[in-house]
């Protein structure tokens, strides 16, 4: 136990300096603010492509880009959002908070901490590259659907490791969470007590374990499909091109909560605080997530409504589906108690909070109407769909990140940021982005088809609106970028409690809480965290 | 050991990066080869080089810090929970292919000879009328494409052989381990290399009926959906035995030397259970593959 002592004190002495402390980090805070700066970038990169999409479909007409460059922006800007901003600005969350919420010292696999984020810059540095490759990048969607996948040029390769090095840091990434959960908590703090970001992240985990490894094994039979002649996707040699769509949705439908969850998490950690309530239901709360969780498992299918299931396969998704309907109502109900006569204030974080109450439940609703199998005949690869899972995305889990980075930036740095700025990066946000994609729920239903970078001239209007919408979207988003610098590099100091009503352990450290935290477990008073 | 009042953390460390290096180059040089530069072949092989380095430096880090008595107690049930993870992550990575397996045989193939949507399929009736399935000799639907194998290899002969061979694997790893508990390290050893012998013997046999089946049966992963399913799922699962196999030849290695207590011997175990985790996916080869 000295020689233990003693090393935890001479890590304490030697804060690492220079270009070793960010490459050979062990530090779950350093590692947790270049996860945050990764997934800024990368949201700012998916985010240029979305203006192109948006700049050529201003007008009817193709205006700027050819139809394959139009494809490849598509495909690309998806990648980029999902895999390179969301889930790592949610791991970059996890591995900042969580071991400051639950007592412990760092994450439990420091050094592999640490390869889960390299992996990322390198992962995309494979998927970007692509676009200056022969044949252009990949353009078939990020979905990658047999046939249309294997017609990619040099991308081809590119797009399905960048994929496998994607996954491998995720599932290190994820078994990391699960291991400090179950083993680094202070030994005062039982499982229902924890806070209920860290009960999102520990579900949100095991989605990861296992559905990440099934969308390597996906796209590996694509590449032997398309290098070493297998025949997994090709009818001709009694393979089957819907195959794909099963296995990737099965990755697929749990990927959607991998994203959402942990958005669930922050929101249920902010809205107690500015409500001054505890939050309503915890226990709820909890079994609500795992059974979206579960869930999530089966009902993959009702992304493949309209390639010709047989019937009793689209009834049993059908029901499945609007299933999940049951656990995500009781989420929102409980946001909605815990506001219930709670003496409120509207901070950013709250704002942004609440936004995603609102916001993500219109996305909710018109993934209800997706999963109506006869009505998604009808919308189905319209610009309905697209409207709907930007709402999720978006105005839900990018909204909800905001709002974590708001709450949050205090104990990170030390300051207390802009409050007048915030307020007005959340309402040009809320309302750019609604004009952004409510308008494209109209033009889903009147019947104008997805990834087309031409439409007819009767969806012009509303195209041009949603265009606007989204420049305007974009502009704004640079103010986040400011308000971020500003109060990294200043403001008014911080107190270690940030915020009048918030509790939890992440709130006894300092604030910018220091480089070592809890490197003792800590004693848990009453009254110290949200439940208990 | 240490108690859980003081935490272990680790100093910070090059592997990682090194890994994260060494992962890219092999990636893109295998990206270069398969779009036809010669030149990816050697980017490749310094890659994959660099990952051996990486995983030899790595793991003599984490050794001589093991022996130095750095880590605790927590930071064992730490590794004892990553390895266990990780397992149900490979277990996932292959339930895609025996999902791919059971598709084919459950769905796809009856819908080519013309089952479902009412008796009226068009896929049966306008592009292969005279496609009837079959298993696992499936005549295949396009044979211009794909090319037509003449046998498979019966399950009662090499693989029911390896199927004892790898199950009694699993008890030798047994018995090493109940030596190790009992710490007579003779028996540990000898139970090892038997285990380690019967790993590779495995992986012989296996590379044996590879050869068979190409050369004798015309049998490749060219050969329509059998082969397709047939190579990717031995092909995954040799590939592991190969590595769990090397992993058991550190772990006699480091038997050798005098590694590992009675009481404190996780890499033994991670190996032990990766072993059997190899095992049980074989049995669902031998079955679902080979046998019915």
Same mark, same amino acid.
């Given at each position: ?56 479909? !201003? ?190 949705? =099965? ?45 999530? =498992? ?90 709907? !899972? ?47 994609? !409510? ?94 | ?26 990636? %893109? ?171 590779? %013997? ?89 046998? %019915?």
């Amino acid at each position: 136990m000295g020689t233990i002592a003693k090393d935890t004190h001479h890590d304490h002495e030697h804060k690492p300096t220079g270009l070793k402390r960010w490459f050979f980090s062990t530090n779950h805070k350093d590692i947790g603010t270049l996860y945050l700066i990764f997934a800024l970038t990368m949201f700012f990169v998916g985010g240029a492509m979305a203006m192109v999409i948006r700049a050529e479909l !201003f007008q009817p007409g193709l205006q700027f880009v050819d139809p394959q460059f139009y494809n490849s922006m598509v495909t690309i800007h998806a990648l980029v959002m999902i895999f390179g901003a969301v889930m790592p600005a949610g791991v970059g969350l996890a591995n900042w908070m969580i071991p400051l919420m639950i007592g412990a010292p760092d994450m439990a696999l420091p050094r592999m901490n640490n390869m889960s984020f390299w992996i990322l810059p390198f992962a995309f540095a494979l998927l970007l590259s692509t676009i200056f490759m022969q044949g252009g990048g990949p353009a078939g969607g990020w979905t990658m659907y047999p046939p249309l996948v294997l017609q990619t040029g040099d991308a081809f390769p590119f797009l399905i490791f960048a994929v496998h090095l994607l996954g491998i840091s995720s599932i290190m990434g994820a078994i990391n969470i699960i291991a400090t959960v179950f083993n680094m908590r202070a030994p005062e703090m039982s499982l229902m007590q924890m806070p209920l970001f860290v009960w999102t992240w520990v579900i949100t985990s095991f989605l990861l374990i296992a559905s990440i490894p099934v969308l390597a094994g996906a796209v590996t039979m694509l590449l032997t499909d398309k290098y070493f002649a297998t025949s997994f996707f090709s009818a001709a040699g009694g393979g089957d091109p819907v195959l794909f769509q099963h296995i990737f949705w =099965f990755f697929g439908h749990p990927e959607v909560y991998i994203l959402a969850l942990p958005a669930f998490g922050i929101v249920s950690s902010i809205i107690p605080t500015f409500s001054r309530k505890p939050l309503f239901g915890y226990a709820s709360m909890v079994y609500a997530t795992a059974s979206i969780a579960i869930l999530s =498992f089966f009902v993959w299918a009702h992304h493949m409504f309209t390639v010709g299931l047989p019937i009793k396969g689209e009834l049993f998704f059908m029901y499945a589906t609007m299933l999940i309907a049951v656990p995500t109502g009781v989420k929102v109900f409980n946001w909605m108690a815990t506001m219930w006569k709670g003496s409120m204030t509207f901070e950013t974080p709250m704002l942004f909070a609440v936004g995603f109450v609102i916001l993500f439940t219109i996305g909710g609703f018109s993934g209800l109407m997706l999963g109506i199998t006869p009505v998604d005949f009808q919308y189905h690869d319209t610009y309905f769909v697209v409207a709907h !899972f930007h709402y999720v995305l978006l105005t839900g889990a990018v909204f909800a990140l905001m709002a974590a980075v708001y709450y949050w930036l205090p104990k990170w740095t030390g300051h207390m940021y802009d409050e007048r700025l915030g307020k007005i990066h959340f309402w040009l946000s809320t309302i750019t982005a609604n004009i952004l994609f !409510f308008p494209q729920h109209f033009l889903g239903l009147a019947g104008m088809p997805r990834r087309i970078p031409d439409y007819n001239i009767q969806f012009a209007d509303f195209n041009m609106m949603s265009s606007i919408g989204g420049f305007a979207y974009g502009v704004t988003q640079l103010l986040f970028v400011y308000i971020v610098i500003k109060c990294a590099l200043g403001g008014k100091k911080a107190k270690a409690v940030s915020w009048e009503g918030a509790k939890g352990l992440e709130w006894t450290v300092p604030s910018p809480a220091p480089f070592h935290t809890f490197e003792t477990p800590p004693k848990i008073k009453k009254g110290m965290l949200e439940n208990g | 050991m240490a108690s859980q009042e003081v935490y272990y953390i680790p100093d910070g460390s090059k592997w990682p990066i090194i890994a994260t290096l060494s992962l890219f180059t092999s990636f %893109i040089g295998g990206a270069v080869w398969l779009n036809g530069g010669d030149v990816g072949k050697i980017i490749l092989f310094i890659g994959l080089a660099a990952v051996i380095y990486m995983f030899y430096g790595w793991f003599r880090d984490v050794i001589t810090e093991s022996i130095a008595g750095k880590y605790s107690k927590q930071v064992d049930v730490s590794f004892r929970m990553g390895m266990g993870w990780f397992i149900l992550s490979e277990v996932m990575f292959f339930a895609a292919f025996f999902g791919a397996l059971y598709y084919a045989r459950e769905f796809s193939l009856p819908w080519l000879s013309g089952e479902g949507q009412g008796g009226h399929n068009g896929t049966h009736e306008f592009l292969w009328p005279a496609f009837q399935a079959a298993w696992p000799m499936n005549v295949i639907p396009d044979p211009s494409k794909y090319t037509q194998y003449t046998s498979v290899i019966p399950a009662f002969g090499v693989p029911a052989l390896n199927t004892a061979l790898l199950l009694s694997s699993g008890v030798t790893v047994t018995l090493a381990h109940w030596a190790l508990q009992k710490n007579n390290r003779k028996q540990l050893c000898l139970w090892l290399v038997t285990t380690v012998l019967l790993g590779f %013997i495995f992986v012989g046999f296996q590379a044996y009926e590879y050869i068979h089946a190409h050369q004798a049966l015309d049998l490749t992963m060219n050969g329509g959906i059998y082969g397709s399913t047939f190579y990717m799922l031995t092909g995954f699962h040799g590939f592991h035995v190969t590595m769990g196999a090397i992993m058991l030849a550190v772990i006699l290695y480091r038997s050798i030397k005098g590694h590992f207590s009675k009481k404190d011997h996780f890499a033994f175990e991670a190996v032990a259970w990766y072993w059997h985790f190899v095992d049980v996916v074989w049995l669902g080869l031998f079955i679902f593959v080979y046998w %019915i």
